[in-house]
């Protein structure tokens, strides 16, 4: 077979892609994070052009300076508006994860050179780092106004007009929004008619056109055999020409742009001689992986259908679509946790935990009772590692992850099914009987909000049953649960958003000054002399500067924003936030006198920004204090540098135990004490990352970072402010370590004069005690031991003697009246006793000592509070006597409410003056009810 028609890996599409474009003259770049930096619009990243949107909305430079670009992005659609979870594994193309192919011109080339290096690449000669297409087999799509990328087609690659079809704006016009960037696309298709999974290319091109080659559509037969499954777009280019106006017209831009994206899984497909994605070698490993992990041969290639299974003594629907689900879910799990996205109950978590989850009930359908998504993240890692670094780098955290929500779904399913049970009882029927019942929405919602339960495993389920779920009824009770996130969210929002500050075009800028000059100079001066360039007034009453120079540094990296003042000659603003504008720091507060432009003093209390840094720079240390006490796979999940505080998140499953908090802490301050030097310097981004900087997941980073470094134990990426040697940090204190989300635990700690004055307040605090037992303050430890020795022997004893073997007891029994010759006893008393739990106590002796019989007893305890307590032996409930029809009847006779069990009850009596009137009622009382139970 020549060369030509050799099948290509995905790894070599994608470096061929990488590398063609790189041959013309763009600048290859990373894949950004799958959390969209500084987009709150996007859930995920979903396209190649999303690390883009602010160069092309030219709101910032290229990258490197360079106005073409190429990238392999990773790309996740599981949330919101391209929401492909639910199709993933029932059909060829869908996946939560996938990576797109783009290359980009910010005003650079715009259609000819896009058409030319898209057919080029598609359908030039293997031998010149080119795909090898056969250009028989490729159709491509216009808008159908653009009549200039027709002519090129057909100019570029000689395509006739039958093979180019014009669409409508639904198939091939793209917006970013409703207003702004627009224009016209052109999409790439392959014919999948010459493919099956057995297909073989030919060994040559002869020239001569086969009966498909032949074979022309109509516009309509196009459009329907594309979403038949025949045609396959491969390719998407987008030309950004236009800007919508709030009112629908289109203005032309100035300079148009060039947006596309190919997907390397269907480009695989196509050149790896299957119809189906995950029949590549992209998804073969990770396939073998779900195999060997159920025990059970994947038959997707030659079957479609659900075939019964014996497993391990359970029969089950062996579903080829269930293996695609595992595989193609943990991708996403793999990726999403390794660029920091966490399981949790909202937001990005939440999706996170529910393609987990998706993908063990999957697992658990074909038999599987043990984690089995953990195994196929594994094969994520060996195969895609390579391409994507941050996968091994957090290997240990992907996995140990994985693991630890598998258990806890798998231990969460066996309760949903108990209570599945009770909804849907089996009763012998077999598939296909009449339907016996439905699953309300409230119990379908319970199921999957309490137990984790999807509601396709609950349709599924309930179906194998002969029953039917109301799943009008659960999209209303899970969009009611939406809609109160959803507002709780907003009540969360600041006061004061970087929107509120609008454009810097619309603010008034001083006479002969640009607003767009504004150094930050906050690294080596808290105090300075500089002038207003730009003022605006906020709806709130408050103002907002822009300086020349500025001290104030705005909130980013967990750093807090600073506080301060601007004082000018007639007026002064007391600075209490700074938000960026057009990424340009505005301190924002309160004007006082007339406002004016001109020369200002700027200056940040040297204190609190002394603090600030203390504590930023312990967050640096801590850190590394962690990943060596605890391991590598604690990474940074968030965190607060306030003057007065720190936050630190990390991952971590499970509470730090004290001995290693303390060997942390430990650690910390010797590196304090140890008066290192702090160093800061700018790198190129790539430089950084392979001298070892970490960076935080999620965070976006220009091609320029700071990099802060604490010689030979920490180096981050950091834009904050730090202190010059870690001995100014004085000294480091744990406050608390909790968990706050699963698998994220937090460390709340407090520097210099802050551990000072905690560990000055807990002195005190031991002072105090030691003063109350009368002993010196090395005294207080053993003091306390002896009197919690002393209280628990003296509970032992008071327990000794309210089970039965005080005489006072015996005395209660001595004196106990007969009902009604049965054998039963009755007993009433008011009885002494400290609280509730005495009373119980009480309650129980009695009720063990009385044989057959009902007591009553009733207490004051210390806090004045009055409680009547009755309970009956087992033989009189069997008869129809109850505790919580006794008390109730008798605490309404003192003016008070109760109830409880049948063998015991009990009542909170408001007025203790009528409390002997009601137990002088209660052996009648308990007569009746025995009368009754006859």
């Known amino acids: 077979m020549p060369p030509r028609f050799l099948p290509l890996s995905a790894a070599e599409i994608r470096e061929r892609f990488l590398a063609y474009f790189e041959r013309q003259g763009h600048v290859r770049r990373p894949s950004s994070s799958l959390v969209p930096a500084d987009d709150p619009t996007l859930l995920f990243t979903n396209a190649g052009m999303v690390q883009f949107k602010k160069v092309f909305l030219g709101m910032e430079e290229p990258p490197e300076g360079k106005r073409r670009a190429t990238t392999s992005q990773k790309c996740v659609r599981a949330g919101g508006k391209h929401n492909d979870l639910e199709q993933v594994g029932h059909t060829a193309r869908h996946h939560t994860f996938f990576e797109m192919l783009g290359n980009f011109s910010f005003g650079d080339y715009f259609k000819a050179d896009a058409i030319r290096f898209g057919w080029e690449f598609v359908t030039g000669k293997r031998e010149d780092g080119n795909l090898g297409v056969d250009p028989r087999h490729v159709r491509v799509s216009v808008f159908r106004d653009d009549d200039e990328a027709r002519a090129l087609w057909k100019q570029v690659a000689g395509l006739p007009d039958a093979r180019i079809y014009g669409l409508g704006e639904k198939d091939n016009f793209w917006q970013m929004a409703d207003t702004g960037p627009c224009g016209p696309c052109s999409e790439l298709y392959v014919d999948l008619a010459h493919l099956t999974d057995d297909w073989q290319f030919p060994e040559g091109v002869t020239g001569e056109w086969t009966e498909l080659d032949r074979e022309e559509f109509s516009t309509d037969a196009f459009v329907e055999g594309a979403e038949a499954g025949r045609f396959l777009e491969i390719w998407n280019l987008v030309f950004m020409q236009f800007d919508r106006q709030a009112d629908g017209r289109l203005e032309p831009l100035p300079k148009p742009s060039v947006d596309t994206g190919a997907g390397l899984e269907r480009i695989a497909a196509v050149l790896q001689r299957v119809t189906n994605n995950y029949h590549t070698d992209l998804f073969a490993p990770l396939i073998r992986a779900v195999e060997e992990a159920v025990g059970l041969p994947y038959r997707g290639r030659t079957e479609r259908v659900p075939a019964a299974m014996t497993v391990r003594g359970r029969t089950v629907m062996v579903d080829p679509a269930s293996f695609r689900v595992i595989a193609d879910h943990a991708r996403a799990v793999a990726f999403l946790l390794a660029d920091g996205v966490f399981p949790s109950n909202d937001g990005r978590g939440y999706v996170l935990r529910r393609i987990l989850r998706r993908a063990v009930r999957h697992a658990w359908l074909l038999g599987r009772t043990e984690p089995t998504v953990v195994r196929v993240v594994d094969a994520v890692i060996e195969t895609m590692g390579d391409a994507y670094p941050e996968l091994r780098q957090r290997s240990a955290h992907l996995l140990k992850t994985t693991r630890v929500e598998e258990e806890a779904f798998l231990a969460t399913i066996e309760g949903g099914l108990a209570r599945f049970e009770q909804l849907a009882p089996e009763s012998g029927t077999n598939l296909g009987d009449a339907i016996r019942g439905t699953i309300s929405g409230e119990d379908a919602f319970r199921l999957y909000d309490t137990f984790g339960f999807p509601i396709d495993l609950t349709e599924l389920m309930a179906r194998e049953r002969g029953y039917t779920v109301d799943i009008a009824g659960f999209n209303a009770a899970l969009e009611e649960q939406r809609s109160r996130s959803k507002e709780e969210r907003k009540s969360r929002r600041l006061s004061v958003q970087a929107d509120a500050l609008g454009d810097v075009s619309e603010w008034t800028v001083a006479p002969g000054a640009s607003a767009s000059d504004v150094a930050f100079v906050g690294y080596d001066a808290v105090e300075i002399e ?58 924002v507060g309160r004007l006082q006198g007339v406002f004016s432009f001109g020369r200002v003093t700027a200056r940040v209390p040297t204190l609190r920004r002394k603090d600030t840094e203390r504590n930023h720079t312990a967050t640096h240390l801590l850190h590394a204090a962690l990943r060596e006490v605890l391991g590598d796979a604690v990474h940074q999940a968030g965190s607060l540098v306030a003057p007065e505080r720190l936050r630190f998140d990390f991952t971590h499953h499970g509470p730090v135990s004290a001995d290693k908090l303390t060997r942390i802490q430990e650690i910390v301050n010797d590196r304090i004490w140890a008066a290192i030097p702090v160093t800061t310097r700018e790198m190129a981004y790539a430089d950084a990352r392979a001298a070892g900087a970490m960076a935080l997941f999620g965070e976006k980073y220009g091609d320029v970072v700071r990099v802060v470094t604490v010689p030979g134990f920490s180096m981050e990426l950091c834009g904050g402010t730090h202190v010059r040697n870690t001995a100014e940090i004085g000294l480091f204190q744990i406050v608390h370590e909790t968990g706050v989300a699963s698998g994220v635990r937090r460390i709340e700690a407090v520097t210099g004069p802050g551990a000072y004055a905690l560990l000055h307040e807990r002195a005190e605090s031991l002072a105090r005690a030691a003063e109350a037992l009368k002993v010196p303050l090395d005294g207080v430890e053993k003091r306390v031991q002896a009197l919690l020795d002393e209280r628990r022997a003296l509970e032992k004893r008071v327990e000794e003697v309210l089970r039965g073997g005080g005489d006072q007891m015996q005395q209660w029994l001595a004196a106990a009246e007969p009902l009604n010759g049965t054998g039963a006893r009755f007993v009433g008393r008011v009885v002494p006793a400290a609280d509730l739990k005495e009373l119980q106590t009480l309650g129980d002796a009695l009720r063990e000592q009385l044989g057959s019989g009902v007591g009553v007893l009733a207490a004051t305890f210390a806090d004045g509070k009055t409680t009547m307590l009755a309970v009956a032996t087992d033989d009189l409930v069997k008869r129809g006597v109850n505790a919580g029809a006794l008390i109730k009847e008798l605490a309404a006779l003192a003016g008070g409410r109760g109830g409880g069990k049948p063998h015991m009850a009990q009542a909170g009596i408001p007025d203790a003056s009528r409390l002997d009137a009601a137990l002088s009622q209660a052996p009648a009382t308990a007569r009746a009810l025995l009368e009754q139970g006859k």
Do not use: C, N
């Open 530 to 587: 500089t002038q207003v360039t730009a003022m605006r007034r906020l709806d709130d009453g408050r103002v907002a500067l822009l300086l020349r120079e500025t001290p104030f540094y705005a909130e980013s990296g967990g750093q807090i924003s600073d506080h301060g003042e601007v004082i000018a000659a007639d007026w002064r603003v007391d600075v209490e936030d700074v938000r960026k504008v057009d990424g340009r720091p505005a301190a």
